[in-house]
């Protein structure tokens, strides 16, 4: 029985290192569009952002780039319809608070309004982190912020039932290294009753030869 729940838990176990290799190599390829987020958060500032919110009347595709950004955040059931540049202006209007927002992110659960709301935006030619940068320096880093958080949330959308299936058999493992476990501890407990049952018939059989020899 043993034997058959080794070869059992070692079977899952290479099921359970595939499946992990895959998950890896699957998320590692939204690390780079996780790191351009990062870095792009990285150049957003106070004084900046503080200059992009001063504008009077910013070119559109600074102004896109902002409303793109207040549909990303907003909560699914709230996406804003005013997604002006006074509508914007608001939503910068504390600044430290705004980059906490977008720093804290939860950006593996955008939520499928939101993914349809900005699709849109990022379709359009001039919503590019360089074509941006002539206009503004600050809402070139929201752009790239935004197109990164998206393309990082699609990999990980992909690689998401495979997460699932990795846990699943994770805790299938588990069990059955449980299971094995009791079944070695049963066997060594049988082991060692039969060895003291051994022990005690041999020394009544020696003490009963003794006696007949006496």
């Keep these: 029985i043993a034997d058959e729940e080794e070869k059992k838990v070692a079977k899952i176990n290479d099921e359970v290192t595939k499946k992990q290799q895959d998950c890896e190599r699957d998320l ?7 790191k351009a987020a990062g870095e792009a958060l990285n150049t957003l500032n106070k004084a900046n952002l503080t200059e992009l919110k001063s504008f009077g009347k910013p ?10 950004v207040m549909v990303l955040i907003a909560p699914a059931s709230k996406i804003p319809k005013d997604r002006s ?11 430290d608070q705004f980059l ?20 849109p935006y990022l379709e359009n030619p001039e919503f590019d982190p360089d074509f941006i940068r002539s206009k503004s320096f600050a809402a070139a880093g929201l752009c790239s912020w935004t197109v990164n958080i998206v393309r990082f949330y699609e990999v990980f959308c ?16 588990s069990a059955a290294q449980e299971k094995l476990s009791k079944i070695k501890a049963k066997i060594k407990e049988l082991d060692d009753n039969l060895a003291e049952l051994t022990q005690q018939f041999e020394q009544a059989t020696a003490a009963k030869l003794k006696c007949q020899q006496e």
Aim: aromatic share 4%.
């Design 59 to 68: 070119p559109p595709a600074v102004v896109n780039v902002t409303a793109a």
């Design 100 to 119: 906490d927002s977008l720093i804290n992110f939860d950006k593996e659960n955008i939520q499928d309004p939101n993914l349809k709301a900005i699709r």
């Design 85 to 95: 540049w006074n509508s914007s202006k608001i939503m910068m209007s504390k600044v």
């Design 158 to 173: 992909d690689v998401e039932p495979k997460r699932i299936a990795l846990a699943k058999a994770n805790a299938d493992l």
């Design 28 to 34: 590692a390829k939204a690390e780079p569009a996780l």
